[in-house]
């Protein structure tokens, strides 16, 4: 088990794509101009400074143009790995006439692990390990192209290998890599702490793999040069989690007075006093002061049909609070919100078209100090609201008319960005544009101890 997700077993690789097995860091390189550290959308291997984002159009949607310094993540035994691994990226690179280097781990000075990199003049790329065995394509890109490159070290063959474009495959004798506590780069080697050798194009959609890919997931990730977002790496068994995901919001951390969205694009700002305290799981978001999350209105938190919110919740007071939706004024940016009602309970409203209100059957007498698991959704089938408290009670609430799509920021620990403000804990935070299946509810509650993001693969 890595993280977990199982490890193939020794059948070999499916047949099929299955990108999430065993993918231990992911980075979009969406992130935007100015941001800090650049998210690691499957992992906690943020890349910092010195550089801030710096986004151009990418491959999918943005990547990040690097002519100087470089990203740096600090090393985490994820960053280590003990056998098989593999990287996929796309680069494109402006200047031919220097070396340029795309990532890197480990210190020059030092003992390096390994580096891809652009070699200049009549070279092409180079992928490199332990500073002494290397694989090289045989001739350079012309300069401002887009390539796909996926490396890889191979422990039993004691191979390593690049595939360009998924079309030429290059590959060399190795040897056992090195294993440091250095710290990953991305867009420059690391020597001592100077940063050199500094790409000099743009970055995107960057993956690491504790495993070999197999040829129909390369062919998967160059997708005849369109490449393939993370948000469609699903996995072919059920449960599906992954399937029709919006956003996820673990609410383990808030850098840069933000929260990570792990799948999708939707990046949440700090509003307030907003910090992390033990959570359900890893770590929670902690609402005390009127502090809120928040995201502006975009179309993928609005809603015209089915859809589904997932949260664990954790009262400090019997107050009323909203814990999670889009909920403005005046009435019309009304869209949807899970909210508690002093009292009373946990309650799921909507809001159609004429502004009218509907609301999901209470849950009476919740005390405070117990984690609770929500899932509250609206199916459009019958037009009803439906909310589900720690996988053992539904309950429902018929509705009327088509939802509105409002102008309000979606929120997590508040209505309308600071009204009814929070007071507890939210943890692992879904957004779904479809209804769970019973299945997957179950597997969200996982018997009362959750059910980890990473393990959605």
């Keep these: 088990m890595l993280g977990g997700v199982t490890a193939l077993g020794a059948g070999g690789p499916p047949a099929l794509p299955f990108l999430l097995d065993t993918l231990v860091g992911y980075w979009k390189l969406d992130d935007t101009s100015g941001s800090s550290p650049l998210i690691d959308s499957i992992g906690p291997n943020a890349f910092g400074g010195p550089n801030a984002g710096n986004p151009v159009a990418g491959i999918i949607n943005s990547g990040q143009y690097i002519i100087s310094g470089g990203f740096e993540a600090s090393n985490k035994p994820t960053l280590q790995p003990p056998a098989d691994f593999s990287f996929s ?33 009549t070279g092409g790329f180079q992928w490199q390990v332990d500073d002494a065995h290397s694989v090289l394509t045989p001739a350079p890109p012309v300069a401002g192209s887009w390539h796909h490159y996926i490396v890889w070290y191979d422990s039993v063959a004691q191979i390593i290998g690049i595939r360009v474009d998924d079309a030429a ?25 100077s940063l ?30 369109a490449g393939t977002p993370l948000s469609a790496f699903l996995r072919s068994t059920s449960p599906q989690l992954l399937n029709t995901l919006i956003s996820y919001w673990t609410l383990d951390a808030f850098p840069a007075g933000q929260a990570p969205d792990s799948w999708g694009s939707n990046l949440l700002s700090v509003s307030g006093a907003v910090t992390s305290a033990a959570g359900k799981i890893n770590n929670a978001a902690s609402f005390a002061g009127g502090g809120t999350l928040y995201v ?47 009292g009373s309970g946990f ?28 899932v509250a959704w ?29 102008t309000a920021s979606f929120t997590i620990g508040s209505a309308d960005s600071g009204v009814a403000p929070m007071s507890g804990l939210i943890d692992e935070v879904g957004f779904w544009k479809r209804k769970l299946t019973a299945a997957e509810m179950t597997q969200l509650y996982g018997g009362g101890a959750g059910f980890p993001f990473k393990s959605f693969r």
């Design 169 to 193: 495959t290059f590959t060399a004798a190795g040897v056992p890599h090195n294993i440091t506590a250095s710290m990953l780069v991305l867009g420059a080697a690391n020597s001592g702490g």
């Design 296 to 342: 502006t209105n975009n179309a993928s938190v609005q809603v015209t049909s089915d859809f589904t919110l997932a949260c664990w919740v954790n009262l400090n007071a019997q107050v009323n609070q909203g814990i999670v939706g889009k909920w403005g004024s005046p009435a019309a940016n009304c869209d949807y919100l899970v909210g508690y009602v002093g």
């Design 347 to 374: 309650y799921f409203t909507v809001a159609n078209s004429a502004s009218s209100l509907n609301t999901s059957a209470l849950f009476p007498n919740i005390p405070n100090g117990g984690w609770h698991l929500i």
């Design 196 to 225: 050199f050798y500094n790409w000099n194009g743009v970055i995107d959609e960057l993956g690491f793999w504790w495993r070999l890919l197999n040829a129909a997931e390369k062919t998967k990730l160059y997708n005849n040069g």
């Design 378 to 406: 609206y199916d459009s089938t019958d037009q009803k609201v439906r909310l589900r408290l720690d996988d053992a009670n539904t309950f429902v609430a018929p509705t009327g008319g088509a939802l509105t799509q409002g």
């Design 89 to 121: 990226v796309w680069a494109r690179v402006d200047d031919i006439s220097n070396p340029h280097v795309v990532f890197s781990k480990g210190d020059a000075s030092l003992t390096p692990a390994w580096d891809f990199l652009f070699m200049s003049g």
